[in-house]
């Protein structure tokens, strides 16, 4: 029995580059929506970043990035700067419900993907779009990335040391816009769906930095805290930190007076219940490098797994450090129903992919199909909006798709 999806029926343009907009069209598409992933003629940045393999026919390469954020989707190459490609996105937007674009204002402009010009075209059309700074305020027309906006969080300065700010490895800024820029989308769709309405979505790097910051903004504004970095060790509870371990590193969160107290408890001394500078979560925090030291000196003697077995019985959340590798193998990765293998050309196994962070019971997302080779479904999609054989190769000729 094939199980309809919340999208199902929606079409969606994606125009988007990198991380935020294509990561927006790839939860579209998982939930049943028809997504165009427009790119290049040959091929945009993100498709060969980070590679992974030679890919298919026509690829210099097949990048990590692009297997997962472009699965589900159809491929169309497409130059919107000539004139008959103006024809073609004028074509597109017309059958389309919503178009994605991460792209500065002057270029979504050119490309007459700016909304006014998509308006004209379509009334009721959604433009979702992702920007660095946003569309208001002095930073408007510049560029940026994910390492910028969580910089100017104040993230890197809390992560790090003292003496050293410590950007994140994983673009966490990108995939909490692109979550942000589908709740927008649906939520379009879901006024649309009322009043058959139309709207722009607008996120941004810096706003999602900022709400995923703003506790540490709130305290800063309100009590003039002036935190610097302390690495692994939290500043609000305590101990939060990682460990080593006879063989290998831990975490451990204690935040909270029952977790802290189970952790007193453990540790077998009064001292901690009874000094009144670990009295509550923030005192620990503030004298959290004693308690770090009181953990690490329990840890030293113990393996990884002992010691994880011991807090796990205790009620105290902690966990391995894993390298990626690790994290491959871990049997609740593996068994908890979040990874699927997909195959793609050209790459020497099928790409180990992560599932929607979100599971629905009655419609739920899936992946049915793998990223599209490079202008994979050119001819398919063309052929819906009316052109001919004869009119399509005419316009591969000038390089027009």
Known sequence: MTVSKVLDGVRVLDFG???????????????????IRIEKIDGSEDRFTSPVGEGGDGEESVGSGYLHLNRNKRGLTLNP????????????????????????????????LDYDSLREIKEDIILTTVS??????????????????????????????????????TPWVDFGTASAATIGTLSALLHHR?????????????????????????????????????????QTAGPVDAFKCKDDWIIVQAVGQPIYERWARL??????????????????????????????KWC???????AIAILSEARIPTGHIYKPADTLTDPQVLGGDFLQEVDYP??????????????????PADIRM?????????????????????AIAELREKRVV
């Open 194 to 234: 009322a009043t058959g309405e139309g709207q722009r979505v607008e996120g941004s790097l810096l706003g999602t930095a900022l709400l995923f910051n703003n506790a540490a903004l709130i305290e800063q504004y309100m009590i003039q805290s002036d935190r610097v970095g302390s690495g692994n060790r939290g």
């Open 346 to 363: 050209g790459t020497p196994k099928p790409a180990l992919m992560s599932k929607l962070h979100v599971r629905l019971s009655k419609t």
């Open 81 to 112: 700067m000539k004139p008959e490609g103006r024809e073609i996105v004028k074509k597109l937007v017309a059958s389309a419900d919503v178009v994605i674009a991460n792209l500065p204002t002057d270029t979504l402009t050119a490309m007459g």
């Open 132 to 169: 660095a700074f946003s569309s208001v305020g002095p930073y408007s027309d510049r560029v940026g990335f994910d390492g910028v906006a969580a910089a100017m969080s104040g993230m890197m300065h809390l992560s790090g040391h003292e003496v050293e700010p410590m950007k994140a490895h």
């Open 17 to 35: 580059r990198y991380i935020a907009g294509p990561c927006c069209g790839m939860m579209l598409a998982d939930l049943g929506a028809d997504v």
């Open 300 to 306: 030293e003697d113990k393996t990884r797994d002992e």
């Open 267 to 296: 540790m077998g001394e009064d001292y901690w219940l009874e000094d009144p500078k670990f009295k509550d979560d923030l005192a620990r925090g503030d004298n959290g490098v004693e308690i770090s030291e009181r953990m690490q």
């Open 370 to 390: 793998r990223a599209p080779t490079l202008g994979e479904h050119t001819d398919e999609v063309m052929h819906e909006l009316g052109y001919d054989d004869a």
